[in-house]
């Protein structure tokens, strides 16, 4: 249908893209995207996408961010080869690694908070509320919000407080509070719920960060934008080294923001390819996974349509990962697009694969990932084989997304080098 | 609003004006605590005075909800609750003097098939949908669906919209506008958001026929209050946690009839308050 009598205004329907693809805007991407939100929100969302455009249109606010990278973030992150990582991916592949892991905070995560906490002081909001999983995204919160002064509040899974006690203790230390959330799964999603419950009550002064590339417009489109920076600094680096584009863009995807910040600098390049892998948990067919685009179908949560892990009914299923920051049942809108007009390819990696890569890569390189990266390593050893068939010597970029310190204690007891129990014990009143 | 579609609500909250009475919408979710037994609380409800049936379907992320409706919706979920349960429970309720509205988050429809569900509502009797997560800029698949079936649609508006969403938002409504009295999510509060009044109003004057008030609305004075300048009160939070706080089912019922009739008259108490 085009339009709606009972309306009187138009349906716009999705048209397909006929431009680049690396600066499609928002509300839609395809099929995907829009904004399933309650309109209580919508002002809030209209003022921050006016906000948003009107930063990036403004030279001052553009510089302000290039010199937070710089002094603040520690930008440009390196960009490491790997020959002895890469030996383990293929005979005569060369790996790149895009380094965010050694961004202020440890992860990619910095880069879209330091933007959206500078429109918030432009919005004049003065309050941050964000959610998190892994930690991550929290950490890299409540530190903008030190650094601007605002007042901050992070919602997370009771489950994930307890499985990344020494983040919570992090955000705490920098000022912030940690609301354990106890309904639902107590994960990511439900930290989510009750971050969306807290803006609609409180959105006259509060912004929320939103960590990823998903939710309602503008967030995917603004995020990935924040993002960029990682595909375009990897892009020059690329080309100083090899001078060249590399043959295949490797990145784990949870909500998929470090994916989309690498990717899309290549998407107009066709001879690049493009991969994305998500977690595949205990494997597809057991149901404890995150798969969304293996095991998912399209569908709405937090306020965008996209591939999500639902059941008959479109009720939410639980995702499971060894990796927090990939235990989450829904993807960014654009990553569903690029995925139907197969401009990348989504695959799983199971948990075991991903330590797996994970001890490859501290044992070769002396680098701790972050479990999630490690998905995208255990992706990149995956594709040896078809990288040889690409040209003489393939060349794998793969985003690096996060530091592993985080993670020590988890891969401590994966790989039985401490007793496999909490460090600090629940019932023991001490916990982080 | 539409022309050629008839409004199953609009006529009754018509006719209860015409009586000089704003409409009481009462809302359970189905599944809570059994499916049979939400069906005989719906039917408490109606017979001790609600007129308009607001019924929920749980979801597992209910962004709008309060704890009390999150609580009920978990136990119906864990119960096995159903998508197509919701139908059943339409077609048992509706007949009884009083409009059934199924309150839904979008994913579950969409899922359905949203024609499908528009052909199975309407068979089973149901008056429309109240959608709190779907905002007419992304309905138009569910406009063209309720236009066929002659299904209402109600959409919401909150304090924060602008008058250019207040009147887009009444123009794709069908039997009324779902006036949220305050910025939040469903739960009982000690005062109804003075915001409400000016935005019943508000809405009527961005071309609203009809706009009735929900979330925060708990107690009969607080009905009385709301009924005093809406076509409706809507009233949730305090009606499932009769349910939620009772020690058993039957208990549970009375102190869901006391409450109800309670709100009934505090919504008749504004009746002679002038228009």
Redo the contacts between chains.
């Keep these: ?1 085009t339009e ?6 138009p ?1 716009i329907q999705p048209e397909p893209s006929t431009g680049p693809l690396a600066t499609h805007a928002g509300p839609y991407f395809g099929d995907f995207g ?11 969302l ?1 003022e921050l996408d006016t906000a948003y455009h009107k930063a990036q249109a403004d030279p001052a606010f553009g510089a302000e961010l290039a010199r937070l990278h710089r002094t603040y973030t520690g930008r440009p992150s390196p960009l490491t080869e790997v020959p002895r990582f890469a030996a383990h991916v293929g005979e005569g592949v060369r790996v790149f690694l895009k380094r965010e892991d050694l961004n202020h905070t440890g992860s990619h995560k910095i880069n879209n908070v330091l933007g959206q906490a500078l429109l918030v002081k432009r919005m004049g909001k003065t309050r941050l509320i964000a959610e998190t999983g892994a930690g991550q995204h929290g950490v890299a919160t409540a530190t903008a919000a030190a650094l601007m002064d605002l007042e901050c509040v992070v919602y997370m899974g009771e489950e994930d407080t307890q499985r990344q006690a020494l983040n919570v203790a992090r955000m705490e230390l920098l000022g912030a509070t940690v609301v354990p959330v106890k ?2 799964t107590r994960t990511l ?2 930290a989510i ?1 009750e971050a ?2 807290d803006w ?5 002064t509060t912004h929320y960060l939103l960590g990823t590339v998903t939710g309602p417009h503008p967030f995917p489109e603004m995020v990935r934008d924040f993002h960029k920076i990682i595909g375009e600094e990897a892009r020059a680096q690329l080309a100083t080294e090899i001078g060249r584009l590399p043959d295949a863009v490797v990145a784990c995807v949870g909500g998929g923001s470090n994916a989309m910040g690498i990717f899309n600098a290549f998407l107009d390049d066709p001879e690049v390819r493009l991969f994305g892998f998500e977690a595949g948990g205990h494997g597809i067919s057991s149901g404890k996974h995150a798969a969304r685009f293996s095991g998912g179908e399209p ?5 965008s ?1 996209s591939y ?1 892990l ?1 059941d ?5 299923l639980p995702s499971h990962s060894v990796s927090a920051g990939l235990d989450y049942p829904s993807v960014g809108p654009e990553h569903a697009w690029l995925h139907d007009i197969g401009r990348a390819q989504y695959r799983p990696v199971g948990d075991d694969e991903a330590m797996e890569a994970f001890r490859v890569l501290c044992r070769t390189e002396g680098i701790i990932p972050a479990i999630e990266s490690a998905h995208a390593l255990a992706g990149a050893i995956q594709l040896g084989r078809e990288a040889r068939e690409w040209s003489d010597e393939p060349v794998l970029l793969i985003n690096l997304s996060g530091r592993g310190d985080k993670d020590v204690a988890t891969a401590a007891a994966w790989f039985d080098l401490i007793e496999d129990e909490p460090v600090v014990k629940a019932d023991e009143g001490e916990q982080l | 609003m539409t022309v050629g579609v008839a409004s199953k609500v609009g006529a009754h909250l018509d006719g209860l004006r015409a009586q000089g009475r704003a409409a009481l919408i009462g809302y359970l979710p189905v599944g809570f605590p059994s499916v049979p037994g939400s069906i005989t609380a719906v039917r408490t409800m109606i017979d001790a005075g609600v007129d308009v049936v607001e019924l929920g379907m749980p979801y597992s992320d209910p962004v709008m909800d309060g704890p009390i409706i999150q609580q009920a919706a978990d136990a119906a979920l864990r119960g096995g609750t159903r998508v197509r349960d919701t139908i059943t429970a339409v077609e048992q309720i509706a007949g009884r003097g009083a409009p059934v509205l199924v309150m839904t988050y979008w994913n579950l429809v969409l899922r359905y098939g949203v024609e499908a569900y528009a052909r199975d509502l309407a068979s089973a009797g149901g008056a429309g949908l109240i959608t709190p997560d779907l905002i007419p800029d992304e309905a138009a698949e569910w406009l063209a669906s309720s236009d066929a079936h002659g299904l209402d649609r109600v959409f919401l508006v909150a304090p924060s919209s602008t008058p250019e969403r207040l009147a887009s938002t009444a123009a794709a409504s069908r039997g009324f506008v779902y006036a949220a009295s305050t910025m939040g999510v469903t739960g009982e509060r000690t005062t109804v958001g003075d915001r409400a009044e000016r935005l019943v109003a508000d809405t009527r004057a961005a071309g609203a026929e009809r706009v009735c008030v929900g979330v925060g609305v708990s107690t009969p004075d607080q009905a009385t209050q709301v009924a005093s300048y809406a076509d409706g009160v809507i009233v949730g939070s305090a009606l499932v946690r009769t349910l939620v706080d009772a020690p058993d089912e039957a208990s549970g019922l009375d102190a869901l009839a006391t409450a109800t009739a309670g709100l009934a008259a505090g919504v008749a108490a504004a009746a002679s308050v002038a228009r």
Excluded: C, W
Aim: proline fraction near 2%; glycine fraction near 14%; charge should be negative.
């Design positions: 249908m709606t009598a009972s309306t009187g205004r349906y829009g904004r399933f939100v309650p309109e209580a929100l919508i002002a809030a209209d309904v639902g999603k439900d719920n969306l419950r609609v009550a409180n959105v006259e569908g709405v949560l937090h306020g349509r999500l639902q008959e009914d479109g009720q939410t």
